[in-house]
Every structure is written in structure tokens, then in C-alpha cells.
């Protein structure tokens, strides 16, 4: 269900105010929907991308939603993890090569 118009009570946009400056590093690669899920999940009222984008005004956070910028995001992400993996990998070669199969 896509809920086109939702004005918030002051007291539930202070809440999602406050929701956005606390959950600013973990929003600004996200795109104004996924943001507004994220909210009503925690929050637990109804918060459209509308309203996000109003808050983001509001206490002046801004988006690193482009594409180029979502993307440099995830490929850091991908080296991090190619990083992690290239360790555990490094990790169980050297227990293979303590503890050989019989």
C-alpha cells in the first residue's frame, strides 16, 4: 500500500527529526523509500518518503544518493569484504597446514 499523503503530528516528527540525526551514517547511501521503511519499522507510525524528505530539510542532513556516489559506496563495501575474505582464507590455510588431514 503506497501512501501518497501523510502529515505528521509534531511530536512524531520530532521523533523522526531525532530517528534521522541519530541513524544519519546508516541513511545516506539509502534512497528516501528504503529510509521511510527503515523508519516506520522502528519508529512504529506511518512515514512516507515525503515526510523524510521534509525532516531532511528540516535539520539539515543531506543525501549521498546519487548513483555514482551509492555505487563508490558499495564498491568500497566489496573491497572491505574481499579484504575479510582474502584473511579467513589466509587464516584456514594456515590451520590446514598445521593440522594436515591423515
Known sequence: M????NTLAGSDKYRLNRWLEKNTETITAMRLP?????AMRDLGFVI?????????????ITLNNSRAKHDAALAARVEILERQLADISD?????????PNP
Open 2 to 5: 503506497k501512501i501518497k499523503k
Open 34 to 38: 528504503e529510509i521511510a521503511e527503515a
Open 48 to 60: 512516507t518518503a515525503n515526510n523524510i524528505r521534509g525532516s531532511l530539510q528540516d535539520t539539515g
Open 91 to 99: 587464516r584456514l590455510s594456515e590451520l590446514e597446514s598445521r593440522h
